[in-house]
């Protein structure tokens, strides 16, 4: 009985061969998973920072983002009072024929942007001036409300 032992044993150890190195043929996707979160990572930095061209301290308001299909036209006072159509500084006496130039007859809404910090007559006169152009789709924005 003991030889039978030793030979099941014996067996087992001179069956194990080593194995000759075999190419994988499956893909790593490691690398490639590191790169795209790297990306992602990248986007979700850079992104916000090219959504307005002038920086303004908007106030916040409890409302939701509407959905806009197109880029917006958007007229920005900042805190100074300088009035900006798109990221073009102009004129207060400009504003009306730069928004014709950019809405080109076409029924566009026009957003205004205020500054915080901004004089609220200030605000209140380009949106009159606005208006009195024979603009009547304008819309305020503001940053959306933080949960309390």
Do not use: C, H, K, W
């Not at 990572?41 to 509407?66: N, Y």
């Not at 004129?91 to 809405?103: E, Q």
Request: hydrophobic residues 45%; aromatic residues 4%.
């Amino acid at each position: 009985m003991a030889g039978s032992v030793r030979s099941a044993q014996g067996s087992t150890r001179r069956g194990r061969r080593r194995r000759r190195a075999e190419p994988m043929s499956e893909i790593n996707v490691t690398p490639f998973v590191d790169v795209m979160l790297v990306l992602l990572i990248v986007f979700m930095v850079t992104a916000p920072l090219l959504s307005a061209g002038v920086p303004v301290d908007l106030p916040e308001a409890p409302a939701q983002p509407l959905a806009l299909e197109a880029e917006p036209v958007t007229v920005t006072i900042d805190t100074d009072g300088r009035v900006f159509v798109g990221e073009n500084p102009i004129d207060f006496a400009d504003l009306v024929p730069a928004l014709d130039a950019v809405v080109a007859g076409r029924d566009e809404r026009i957003y205004v942007r205020g500054d915080r910090e901004a004089s609220y007559g200030t605000i209140m006169r380009v949106m009159g001036t606005i208006n009195g152009a024979g603009f009547r789709n304008i819309g305020l924005v503001a940053l959306s409300d933080p949960e309390p």
